[in-house]
């Protein structure tokens, strides 16, 4: 343990290359921005806040498994290699990615919305989701660069497409349990006892596989534009 997560470790030409550049960091910073302007105009124009609420937090938790791994890697580069503190940051990423992905789901709404802001709402949707989705995707790059010196190339794509799977999983739980990644604290035992009952539902079997199928289909794509493309 002490071999792999102590000090094997040694950041990549890619991951100095965006600590300088914070060229990911700031595309989704304006992916967010646009998010944010569009949800205040509908707020200010129809007066209904709840999409700037239930979006704007959405959008916000997707963040958190981002801003837990950049913490993390900027501890390891700075010295503090303790496999706890890998660990117990990995956890933590895990528990929160689906977030990520989660604002994908938010497209049900739309069959609630009155015809007139069909088209407007479509729209900001989408651009929340995409960026969740982007924000998840680049936390998810940055942790398979944190790996694979450690576990290989092999064993880092093992864990980064079971991630994926488990991001399925709670997207499942999220939107159809009604469950939030702090219930893991909050409730430990009643999230327990549903995460064995899903596991015997067919939907979140087959909800967990589509997901999970496609969430790492995007992530191959993404992590072979990243890492082969000197432009990325």
């Not at 990520?100 to 989408?126: G, N, V």
């Not at 960026?131 to 092999?154: A, Q």
């Amino acid at each position: 343990m002490q071999t792999y997560f102590s000090t094997s470790y040694r950041p990549g030409v890619w991951e100095h290359r965006d600590a300088r550049s914070g060229k990911g960091l700031r595309i989704l910073a304006l992916l967010t921005a646009t998010s944010l302007s569009l949800v205040v105009a509908r707020g200010v124009l129809t007066g209904n806040w709840w999409f700037f609420i239930a979006l704007t937090w959405n959008l916000a938790l997707a963040w958190f498994p981002l801003g837990t791994v950049l913490t993390l890697r900027d501890l390891r580069t700075a010295g503090f290699r303790s496999p706890w503190l890998l660990i117990g940051g990995l956890m933590l990423w895990l528990v929160f990615l689906p977030n990520a992905p989660y604002i994908i789901t938010d497209l049900f709404h739309l069959k609630y919305i009155d015809h007139p802001l069909l088209w407007f709402d479509t729209m900001t949707i989408f651009i929340f989701a995409l960026t969740g989705l982007l924000t998840g995707l680049y936390s998810i790059l940055i942790v398979h660069r944190l790996l694979r010196p450690m576990l290989g190339t092999v064993c880092t794509w093992a864990v980064i497409m079971t991630s994926q799977l488990l991001s399925g999983f709670g997207i499942y739980l999220g939107r159809f349990g009604r469950w939030n990644s702090w219930d893991i604290l909050a409730r430990p035992s009643s999230l327990t006892w549903a995460i064995a009952r899903a596991c015997q539902n067919q939907l979140s079997v087959q909800l967990t596989l589509a997901y999970g199928f496609v969430l790492a289909a995007l992530y191959i794509a993404f992590y072979w534009y990243a890492e082969h493309d000197d432009n990325a």
